[in-house]
């Protein structure tokens, strides 16, 4: 039977599995995937390595990278009959339901119903990682009335990304931005979404549906949706001059800052540092949008109050701000965070299984007991 002394809300500070896929130091803004620190990676690495590693626990060697590259790319093409299942979509329905919707569906198209094949679980992964940019592109592309574009099996990554929801390829300094922040945001231990992947995953569902449900609670505001939050934040706030009144009537609400506070981190969180210097690097080539101003006016203002308090800026505080200096729609922020989170998700689910067991928490009653029937015609 649980105590009291047992319940932890929100499960805060419980270690819910054994992991050797990254390591976070909340004190020291320390974020490392298989030991290799995020900023090195973000600056030296590109995405499909950053991805290898995570999955395999090493760096690959150059012939594991290009093995490794091109299963991926040969996966990137989705059914037309998945994109006649977009099309319809409401375009006006987020795209993160859109998301959520198509990854199940896709499960349909590639059963993997059957978890214990190795071979059958790493193609569905590879399947996962390599589909989503194509998914959420071709969502984004629809919605507005426009074919899907197909992937381009020239593009790296990130490349193919931004092709498939502009039709231009990107600058290299573009590519290079887009590539670093998917590498920031691909794993970050123990996180909702991820401890939800686990969770289903541990069920023995399908990895489609096990990276569906970690999709849905990625787009809660308070977790990867804050991202888009925070840009509509710095909207409301509208100028520079407006950010102190507008935080003093924000604390006086109580209201949470959107970007701002973890649950690990009780200082500036790593990868909102390598984001802010990628939106520095990319201003630099034009001008500072207002929005990025406000963004450090407000971090400025903020400090002194909630810093005491170990609430600063995450990774969502930055992250829109550059993503719409590249063109992205506010609504894709939150889409573009599950491109880069898939492989975290897909890297914890691979680890799950190797050593499962059914995730079943306990809970504390709070409710009646024994309480008697009484019969409808003897209720008022
Ligand atoms: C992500 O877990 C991960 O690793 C997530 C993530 C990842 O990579 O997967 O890092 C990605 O989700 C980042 C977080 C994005 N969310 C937001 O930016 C939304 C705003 N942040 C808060 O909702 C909050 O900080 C959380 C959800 C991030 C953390 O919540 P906790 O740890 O449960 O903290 P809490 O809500 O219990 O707050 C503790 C105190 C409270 O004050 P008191 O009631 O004790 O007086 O801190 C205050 C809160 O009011 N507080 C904030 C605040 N965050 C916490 N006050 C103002 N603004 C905030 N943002």
């Known amino acids: 039977m649980s105590t009291e002394t047992e319940y932890r809300p929100g499960l805060a500070d419980v270690p819910a ?37 995570l999955l395999k626990g090493e760096l690959p060697t150059q012939k594991q990278l290009a093995e490794f590259d091109s ?10 009959r998945l994109k ?44 996962l990682i390599a589909t989503l940019p194509t998914l959420v592109a071709a969502f984004a592309r629809i919605r507005q009335g426009d074919e899907p574009i197909d992937p381009r099996p020239d593009l790296d990554h990130s490349a193919n990304f931004y092709w498939m929801l502009f039709e231009r390829v990107p600058s290299p300094a573009i590519r290079k931005v887009i590539d ?18 686990r969770v289903t995953g541990s069920t023995l569902a399908s990895p489609y549906a096990t990276i569906a449900s970690a999709i849905g609670s990625l787009a809660g505001p308070l977790h990867g949706g804050a991202n888009e939050e925070a840009l509509s934040m710095f909207e409301q706030i509208s100028s520079v001059a407006n950010v102190k009144p507008w935080f003093e009537k924000a604390l006086a609400n109580k209201a949470k800052i959107m ?55 995450n990774v969502d505080f930055f992250s829109g701000v550059v993503y719409e200096s590249l063109g992205i729609a506010k609504d894709l922020f939150t889409p573009v965070f599950a491109v880069a989170r898939v492989v975290g998700w897909v890297a914890h689910w691979l680890e799950q299984l190797q050593d499962n067991r059914i995730f079943r928490p306990e ?4 409710g009646q007991r024994d309480v ?6 003897k209720r008022p």
């Open 17 to 53: 599995a054994k992991s050797a896929i990254s390591f976070i130091d909340g004190k020291r803004a320390r974020l490392e995937y298989r030991g290799i620190a995020v900023e090195t990676l973000a600056k030296e690495s590109c995405f499909e390595e950053t991805a290898y590693l």
């Open 71 to 80: 299963e991926l790319r040969q996966r990137r093409k989705i059914k037309s």
């Open 84 to 127: 006649d299942l977009i099309k319809c979509m409401p375009e006006h329905g987020h795209p993160m339901e859109a998301l959520q919707t198509s990854v199940a569906a896709l499960g349909m198209f590639y059963p993997c119903r059957d978890v214990s094949d190795p071979a059958k679980n790493w193609d569905a992964a590879l399947r």
């Open 180 to 197: 670093a922040a998917l590498i920031t945001h691909a794993e970050h231990t123990m996180n909702a979404s991820t401890f939800t992947c």
């Open 259 to 313: 970007g701002f506070g973890h649950r690990v981190y009780k200082v500036k969180d790593p990868r909102a540092a390598v984001i802010q210097e990628l939106a520095e690097h990319v201003f630099a080539e034009s001008t500072r949008p207002e929005k990025y101003e406000i963004a450090l006016e407000l971090e400025k203002v903020a400090a002194p109050v909630l810093g005491s308090k170990g609430i600063y800026p």
């Open 363 to 366: 809970q504390i009653y709070v």
């Open 372 to 377: 008697a029937y009484v019969p409808l015609e």
